[in-house]
């Protein structure tokens, strides 16, 4: 259910708050929310900046009313349509609103008033424009004789209501039954707003009063002196109305759709800023609201914040709102409009301090998880246990603390495994015990072998190994005719399935016979089989399929594999079946941290902006951005 600002809002704005929310609403928990907003101008191709209503189509499509004609926007361009261009009786288009069989109603204004002049009904896939006497002739006389409110809105039923001007009526309109006059006793200016799920309708009338109404026309409900501006927010939840008592004090007060007066006031609210904030929504069902650029929970916590651009807080004049299908917020101004969009966070931040300086958080480069317990390398500040079920987290002393912690590995005998800036060193969490293993480098990339065997990816010093039992870590001297290894920072180190080592490396991406040594490099200045398009390679998977996908500073590269002689896969690069995925064809980021396969065949990379997901077989990348807030 979509709902539009009635006519006085839009020609006004709505001057101190209120804005219509639609049913449906995201329901809260305690927990962060992410609100991302987009901002649309002339720039972008509206046909005028003051946008004065928005609707959305049966088919997706939304419909900006404008001073300078009428838009229709599918997401990323406008289609204009004017009176010059295309036969519209008028260019200042204040109300839209879609029946049941895809006619758009308008209404508007071009140069004076003139009664049901002021509304057309136009059928953009027919490319048709009627008036009214045109579409009814002489089937409703009382309908044709009467001058309506700049107010046109469909029920959820498919019917269209309409408020006429200084009489006590409203008319409805569906093709089943044709035009229908309801008389609302003792008021007048009736203006429908919304429509409540057990078939009750709120309304606005003389200027000053909200009522409850049944289908019928009977009023159920009457609160008076809600005069000032007529402005009032409502939604499933509930509604707020601003009062007024002869010679009182304004007063913000909160009802539930029966009409029944409820204690309740935003938090966020002060007696120095209620009730004129200029945009008050209703979110969820616990007393959540949308207080201008910020989401506010009961207890007045901020959840999520956002930043209107080009709209000041204190400029009143919001035109035009609705909520799509998707429950996205579109709000029209003086200036264009905007598109709000609050959804839940789906991660859960754990080691995180808001409004921290760049530089000075806590950079994690190695994760562990297993039974309840999380491990985390911070490298600023040492190893850290963290409790899943509490979130409760601790250094772990006997690891120290200081500078440059970086790979993290569970060994086979359940031990930790964890890299620091001068040491490898082997952590018993059942003992709380650490063995010490010395090194005059950075330990980068960690690998146990199936013999039991670890292998250590240092900064600038190659490869270190550690047979089963030993005490220290011996260099590694079985480079061949690959020394460029040697000298390489060594990101990762993972043993395959055939026993094959792979060390992703600075300069390349190097296999390793467990007994021959280093045995084939790959990288952008190879030829032939040693040819792949990158030099930095980070981290690498070899997926179910047998395909290579590599992490590297350039973007992500897919690799074709071959089964050589000795029953071991090798990566092949040819145009044809492989890829390069970049920003310029797919990526949002370049720098590929690493890549992982979930039980679904999708992957799954860490970059400098957020996780990407990427599809396989389709070849879909999407950004998964973290807030920033």
């Known amino acids: ?84 261009k295309d036969g519209l009786p008028f ?96 008021l007048r200016n009736i203006i429908p707003v919304y429509f409540t799920p057990d078939k009750t309708i709120w309304a606005r009338a003389d200027d000053h009063k909200m009522v409850l109404l049944d289908r019928s026309g009977k009023v159920l409900k009457l609160i008076e002196n809600s005069w000032l501006y007529g402005n009032w927010s409502i939604s499933d939840k509930g509604l707020l109305t601003i009062t007024k008592p002869a010679g009182g004090k304004e007063k913000l007060i909160f009802y539930n759709l ?23 929504v209703p ?6 609201f949308i207080i201008h650029n910020r989401l506010v929970d009961p207890a007045g916590v901020e959840i999520a914040a956002w930043d209107f651009s080009k709209h000041d807080r204190n400029n009143f004049m919001w035109r035009s709102f609705m909520q799509d299908n998707t429950g996205r917020y579109w709000l029209g101004d003086d200036f264009g409009f905007y598109i709000l969009q609050i959804k839940k966070n789906r991660f859960k931040r754990y080691f995180y301090t808001k409004d921290i300086k760049p530089g000075q958080g806590f950079t994690i480069r190695g994760i562990l998880a297993a039974q309840g317990k999380l491990y985390a390398n911070l490298e600023r500040n040492g190893c850290f246990e963290l409790d899943l079920r509490s979130g409760q ?31 490898l060193l082997r952590f018993n969490p059942g003992a709380n015990s650490v063995l ?62 055939s026993g094959t080592l792979w060390a992703c490396a600075g300069n390349g991406f190097y296999q390793i016979d467990p007994q021959k040594g280093v045995v084939a490099r790959y990288w952008s ?26 992490a590297t500073a350039t973007g992500l590269v897919r690799a074709a594999s071959q089964t050589g002689s000795d029953g071991r896969r090798y990566p092949v690069w040819s145009e044809k079946t492989g890829k390069w995925y970049n920003r310029a064809n797919s990526l949002s980021n370049d720098f590929i941290y690493a890549v992982h396969e979930d039980k679904q065949g999708k992957l799954w990379m860490p970059t400098d902006n957020g996780i990407i997901r990427l599809d396989k077989k389709t070849g879909e990348a999407k950004p998964i951005t973290f807030p920033t807030a």
């Open 1 to 84: 259910m979509m709902l539009a600002l009635p006519y006085p809002f839009a020609r006004f704005g709505i001057t101190f708050f209120g804005l219509l929310a639609m049913a449906t609403a995201w329901p809260l928990a305690a927990q962060e929310y992410i609100a991302k907003v987009q901002y649309y101008n002339i720039d972008q191709g509206l046909s005028h900046r003051q946008v004065n209503a928005i609707c959305q189509d049966r088919h997706g499509f939304v419909w900006i009313g404008t001073l300078n004609g009428l838009n229709r926007f599918d997401g990323y361009s406008f289609r204009p349509y004017t009176k010059e």
């Open 91 to 186: 260019n200042n288009i204040l109300t839209v609103a879609e029946d049941t069989e895809g006619w758009l109603w308008l209404q508007g204004q071009e140069g004076q008033k003139q009664g049901l002049k002021e509304i057309c009904l136009f059928h953009p896939e027919r490319g048709e424009i009627r008036s009214l006497p045109e579409k009814f002739g002489t089937s409703a006389p009382e309908f044709s004789e009467t001058p309506l409110n700049l107010y046109i809105r469909r029920d959820d039923e498919g019917v269209m209501w309409m408020s006429a001007r200084d009489t006590n009526l409203l008319f409805l309109y569906h093709p089943a039954n044709g035009v229908q006059a309801l008389q609302i006793a003792g």
């Open 258 to 280: 029966k009409g029944e007066k409820q204690p309740y006031t935003p938090a966020g609210l002060t007696d120095a800023n209620a009730p004129h904030p200029a945009l008050i």
């Open 283 to 288: 979110f969820g069902n616990d007393g959540t």
């Open 393 to 423: 987290s601790h250094r772990l002393e006997a690891t120290g603390s200081g500078w440059s912690y970086h790979a993290l590995l569970f060994a086979k005998n359940g031990d930790i495994l964890i890299g620091k800036q001068d040491a």
């Open 436 to 497: 010490k293993f010395p090194i005059d480098s950075e330990v980068w990339g960690i690998c146990e072998d199936n013999t039991g065997k670890l292998w250590v990816g240092t900064l600038k010093k190659g490869l270190y190994t550690c047979p089963p039992g030993a005490t220290s870590l011996a260099p590694y001297t079985q480079y061949n005719n690959f020394r460029e290894l040697s000298t390489a920072l060594v990101h990762y180190i993972e043993q395959d399935k």
């Open 525 to 550: 200045g190879g030829t032939g089989a040693s040819f792949l398009p990158a030099l930095n390679f980070l981290h690498f998977c070899i997926d179910a399929d047998g395909v290579f996908w590599f």
